[in-house]
């Protein structure tokens, strides 16, 4: 798999963090299952088997079935430990935007408390997937004054949020950006 | 650092509501003394159902109330007085070991959720900080918007209380962290009494799952499930060895399950019906017809707090978006088994357990005393497919873009794990005997 499919920022462990060690069954999701694909799992699959076998030492079946979680366990180890944003080295700057977004869009609203929808009376323009999950936890009990707006562009976890008026800018218009 | 300490005052709570209960059905005297941990955990199960029950309903609150009061009073009388127990307390002291290692690592994860799913279901806990009930009257309010709509709401109010019903992010991700706390201590503790399982086995094989790390760090429910789901297996089987310390926890498990989610009902029914399977062997097997009891009382459990939810919802007017029957597709199902065989060929995130539980169960079914719980695990994937035939669009569209099979699949393998250390046990049984 691509390194660039594996949870490589905080959008994609608000996407994907939960649904795999890496994004890979998301990715590969309506594709053929390919022999490369189905090939390790035979593999364990038939190890294990053999392990199990009355003609393996009791001794050796401990052992052997030791080895083969440890080894097959390898893979995703790693990429907890070194590859997805959230790997210990890296967890509280992965958490800080998210945290961050959910602050400024959960202080923004003027209106404390009138449920009523899941941004609660607020109107949010979103092109930030992974916003979704955080406005919602962020506005569910808010309410927003009429004239008020929360605008989420495609760059918001990366970028920050600023108050424009009665606007709450998180990230960069397309055009901001640049290329 | 994640507030796991804020969840300490509803805990004292839930227990002392837990012992009153065992006290005033005269079960708590019979108890040894050894089994403190054990006890502990019982009686918070109690409270915390009991708090769940009245939560969905008062009157389910209050039924429940009265049925666990009967169970404890009469139901688990022929299994009295208790056998001495059969593990040591080494294996007690290993369990809270690993509890403590777990919360650990929750502790010290910093206190934001992270996972859509858990920004989802904190959204419902913030909610429910406003007050026990007020969580149900937001859900079943049509124009309360909580989305998805018409899903249970035990994970949220119990979250809520565990919180200590402050709605600032660190208390809520705290709130969530304890809750996987306790269901893993429940679990552990009941795997500890268990008798002809290798918990050195049980433990390896979740410890090498990848993604049970990373669902231990977040507050998503999958995990949680996961080891209630287990915990209640072993309770059940507890209860056909006539451990009436093991099965008191049943009831309580299953009103758990039923009110976390739509799927613990679920899995409830099918381990209780599996539990029912004749075994090979007559060892104990529940002569007193304690674990007939046991399962019955379990499927109308989970089938009541499932049932009176959904009427509620279906009074309000309030749809059960993701969970209401399309009728049955054969063609559905072509992606949506492709993407099961994709998410059990996923290494990185199960290591070799799948592998190795696979086995497991193969044995257990052909060789083993315990096929009760190689059938409960099978069951349980069976029902979930019948489940995905008949059921919504929604969700099969989940099942076949890859976001619902790796997260089913996490839900099992506490009990695939206790699948395989109860093989194990029986392998190494079986060539002692010759």
């Not at chain 1, 700057?93 to 609203?109: G, M, Q, S, V, Y």
């Amino acid at each position: 798999v691509p390194e660039e499919l594996c949870i490589a920022t905080s959008s994609d462990l608000v996407i994907d963090g939960a649904n795999g060690v890496c994004a890979d069954t998301r990715h590969a999701a309506g594709q053929p299952l390919s022999a490369s694909t189905v090939a390790p799992l035979v593999v364990l699959v038939v190890i294990a088997a053999v392990l199990s076998s009355r003609k393996v030492a009791r001794a050796h079946r401990a052992a052997g079935l030791g080895v083969l979680l440890a080894l097959a366990a390898l893979p995703g180890g790693y990429a907890l430990l070194f590859e997805r944003a959230d790997r210990p080295s890296n967890l509280a700057a992965a958490t800080a935007p998210i945290a961050a977004l959910h602050e400024a869009i959960r202080d923004f609203p003027a209106v404390p408390h009138v449920p009523h929808g899941p941004h609660g009376t607020c109107t949010v323009e979103s092109a930030c997937l992974a916003c979704e999950p955080i406005a919602r936890l962020a506005l569910i009990d808010r309410g927003c004054a009429p004239e008020q707006e929360i605008v989420l562009h495609a760059d918001a976890l990366r970028a920050g949020c600023r108050v424009e008026g009665a606007r709450l800018r998180c990230g960069h218009a397309a055009e901001e950006r640049g290329p | 650092v994640t507030p796991l300490w804020l969840a300490l005052p509803a805990l004292v709570v839930f227990c002392g509501v837990g012992a009153a209960l065992e006290q005033l059905a005269g079960v708590r005297a019979r108890w040894v003394p050894r089994d403190a941990p054990l006890d502990g955990i019982a009686w918070i199960s109690h409270g915390a159902a009991l708090y769940v029950a009245f939560v969905v309903h008062p009157g389910l609150g209050v039924a429940l109330l009265a049925l666990s009061f009967l169970w404890l009073r009469r139901g688990l009388e022929p299994s009295m007085p208790d056998p001495v127990p059969a593990t040591s307390s080494a294996a007690v002291t290993v369990a809270l070991l690993m509890v403590a290692l777990a919360t650990l690592a929750i502790a010290l994860s910093p206190p934001v959720p992270i996972a859509w799913d858990e920004l989802v279901w904190l959204s419902r806990a913030r909610v429910g900080t406003a007050g026990p009930f007020a969580l149900a009257d937001r859900a079943l309010d049509p124009r309360g918007g909580l989305v998805p709509s018409g899903y249970p709401i035990g994970a949220g109010a119990l979250s809520a209380a565990l919180s200590l019903f402050a709605d600032d992010l660190r208390s809520l991700t705290g709130g969530a962290g304890a809750l996987v706390v306790f269901s893993g201590a429940v679990f552990a503790l009941v795997l500890a009494e268990s008798k002809s399982v290798s918990r050195r086995v049980v433990f390896a094989v979740i410890a090498a799952t990848p993604l049970v790390w990373v669902h231990l760090r977040t507050g998503m429910l999958d995990l949680p499930v996961g080891l209630l789901v287990a915990a209640l297996a072993l309770s059940l089987r507890g209860a056909r060895e006539g451990d009436a310390r093991l099965t008191r926890l049943a009831l309580p498990l299953a009103v758990l399950l039923a009110s976390l989610k739509d799927e613990g009902a679920m899995y409830a029914v099918v381990i209780a019906i599996a539990s029912l399977l004749p075994r090979s062997s007559s060892r104990a097997a529940g002569k007193d017809g304690t674990d007939l009891r046991a399962s019955i009382l379990v499927i109308v459990t989970a089938l009541s707090v499932l049932g009176v939810w959904r009427v509620r919802l279906a009074l309000a007017g309030v749809a059960a978006e993701h969970h209401a029957p399309a009728g049955f597709s054969f063609a559905a199902m072509g992606p949506v088994l492709r993407e099961l065989g994709r998410a059990a060929c996923d290494v990185r995130s199960f290591g070799g357990s799948l592998a190795v539980i696979v086995v497991g169960a193969v044995m257990l079914i052909r060789k083993g005393d315990d096929r009760a719980l190689a059938w409960a695990l099978a069951g349980c994937i069976l029902a979930t497919l019948a489940a995905l035939a008949i059921g919504p669009d929604a969700v099969r569209s989940f099942a076949a873009t890859g976001t619902l099979w790796p997260r089913f699949l996490l839900q099992l393998v506490p009990l695939g794990a206790v699948v395989v250390g109860a093989g194990w046990r029986a392998s190494i049984q079986i060539a002692a005997d010759g």
